[in-house]
């Protein structure tokens, strides 16, 4: 990670967060695109359909080196695709790859491209766009991830690619590690073994024609899209709507998909549960506030369904400052919390227990029962008397903490337990509540300034590797990624093997043992893995992954 610039790596975090943010409307409102909304095209077959969807927020970009937010990463999965693509169960699964091998030591990667895919036809530009995606088109993808200005997705590749810092620093005009063996066949050259598979479903390695910038201008694809997916984008009118329409040249056949997807917008949860009701939308997610209405509106035919996340909220404990530089307290915080009170009891059903790190989507997580033996168990009297001997140790009668939190329903309610437990379970101990709107908890978070504050993320790609960085040793704020200022030769060590392996039990196991080490040293207050409700009516279903994504192409529509 050395050498990667303070704003790629305070923009990743947009990558990682679902939610809406402050300046959504201003962004969107410059790449308002209408050109073919009004168009009606005739269906190709008998079993033609429209889905309905809807969304709480805009769309911040259509380029893919440029999204700043999980949603416009996962409408527009559905667009474009890379090497490597997600399955509707989330996992990584050939793409425009057809297949790919690895040498020995795990440091060269071989890809073998599909023959004949075609790219969506384009728009507001005089381009001649190739019969077929080639190496080429890869090789050009590749190079701007890394090094096309406001990119904030150069990082993917700058730690282990060969050549791929010097090429992103501009140092070089070429990335050693990139080498292009025919039209159809790519090698990727590592610095370090690495299983990176899961890095190449990352939406800014998607794939687009060589030369479209420089053709078409720097700002082409931020309003505009040249992808291979099943769908093409069809119309974006901020605060209203987003259509997609079936590509009609896409290379696999889905007899009963929709043929457009119509993805309304409200600001309002309420209005959107409303509009459900009313007939006017197949799909909606339910908040903490609908879900009561969402679960009454099951029981005439409807489907509400749970998607556990890729998701951690967490309260973050700045390891060099204060009373958190003491093992002692961070240990006594997280054994003074009563998880599975918070998840069942609290958040109702929105949220389940997290004793560790690791998200149940992910394949190395070791189930709740075990997990809870191993990680954070509530022991209000283990808690009480780690804090009595720190405060005996330091002369002092009591401990005063700022916890600072967001607004919000459920970060005011996350905040309000958390003060709660501690001050409850622990004599001693004064929490007072800060809050803050969420631009400034990223401002204070990125620029090292944060303490004690809550905090969340939800990874839209993959793999393991992506959200331990937010401990990843050496990379402190305002330079990096580790927001607790964890430090542990150890842990990264661990994890450089653990990413490493080929073998996925071996990979597995590598990150629980990252896990364990940072339970051991109690680098944060892991608090609960968020679940998403949505609800489809009577005859609709789509998949929805713990990434959140919805495959569109994979939607059915079985009512009578």
Not at 22 to 28: A, G, L, P, R, S
Not at 119 to 146: M, Q, W
Request: positive net charge; charged residues 25%; contains cysteine.
């Amino acid at each position: 990670m050395k050498g990667i610039t303070k704003w790629i790596l305070l923009s990743i975090l947009f990558l990682a967060i679902v939610g809406t943010f402050v300046f959504y409307k201003k962004q969107t409102q410059n790449i308002e695109y209408k050109s073919k909304i009004q168009t009606s095209q005739a269906p190709r077959s008998s079993k033609a359909w429209v889905l309905t969807d809807s969304a709480m927020s805009n769309m911040t970009s259509f380029d893919p080196v440029k999204i700043v937010d999980a949603f416009s990463v996962n409408v527009l999965a559905n667009v474009y695709e890379g090497l490597v693509n997600v399955s509707p169960e989330g996992r990584p699964v050939p793409g425009l790859a057809k297949s790919w091998e690895h040498s020995p030591d795990g440091k060269v990667w071989t890809f073998h491209l599909k023959k004949g895919v075609r790219f969506h036809p384009i728009t507001g530009c005089n381009f001649h766009v190739p019969k077929e995606v080639t190496t080429k088109d890869v090789l050009y993808s590749f190079k701007r991830a890394l090094s096309a200005p406001g990119a904030v997705t150069s990082w993917i590749f700058t730690d282990i690619l060969d050549g791929a810092l010097e090429f992103a620093k501009g140092d070089s005009k070429k990335i050693t590690g990139l080498e292009v063996v025919d039209p159809y066949t790519i090698k990727i050259h590592l610095k370090r073994p690495y299983f990176v598979i899961p890095r190449l479903a990352f939406n800014g390695l998607w794939i687009y024609p060589a030369s479209i910038v420089e053709k078409c201008g720097q700002d082409y694809l931020s309003s505009h899209e040249v992808g291979t997916g099943p769908y093409t984008l069809e119309g974006f009118v901020p605060d209203d709507r987003i259509v997609l329409e079936r590509f009609k040249d896409y290379r696999q056949v889905h007899e009963n998909a929709p043929e457009k997807v119509v993805i309304r917008i409200f600001s309002d949860p309420l209005a959107a549960m409303e509009s459900f009701a009313a007939g006017e939308l197949d799909i909606v997610e339910a908040e903490l506030s609908t879900l009561p209405r969402a679960k009454k509106l099951a029981e005439h035919g409807n489907r509400l369904i749970s998607v556990r996340a890729n998701y951690l909220d967490y309260v973050v404990m700045n390891n060099k400052k204060a009373p958190f530089d003491d093992i002692r307290i961070r240990l006594a915080l997280n054994m003074a919390i009563d998880r599975d009170a918070l998840a069942r009891q609290v958040l109702k059903g929105f949220g389940v227990p997290a004793y560790g790190f690791i998200p149940p989507f992910s394949p190395a997580f070791r189930g709740f029962k075990q997990i809870k033996k191993q990680g954070f168990q509530f022991n209000p009297s283990k808690a009480r008397s780690l804090v009595k001997e720190y405060l005996e140790d330091k002369g002092e009668k009591a401990l005063k903490l700022e916890l600072v939190i967001d607004s919000g329903e459920i970060p005011e309610t996350i905040g309000q337990f958390v003060k709660a437990q501690l001050e409850n379970n622990l004599p001693g101990i004064d929490v007072r509540l800060k809050k803050i709107t969420w631009p400034a908890m990223l401002q204070m978070a990125f620029g090292g300034k944060g303490i004690f504050y809550r905090m969340w993320w939800n990874i839209v790609t993959p793999g393991d590797d992506l959200y331990f960085l937010f401990y990843f040793p050496g990379q402190d704020p305002p330079h990096g990624f580790n927001l607790s200022f964890y430090e542990s030769k150890k842990f990264l060590q661990e994890y450089q093997t653990a990413m490493a392996g080929l073998d996925a039990g071996k990979r597995d196991q590598g990150v629980r043992q990252l896990e364990d080490l940072m339970i051991k040293d109690a680098v944060a207050i892991p608090l609960l893995h968020k679940t998403f409700y949505f609800l489809e009516k009577k005859g609709i279903s789509c998949p929805i992954n713990g990434l959140l994504k919805k495959p569109y192409i994979y939607t059915t529509n079985n009512a009578s």
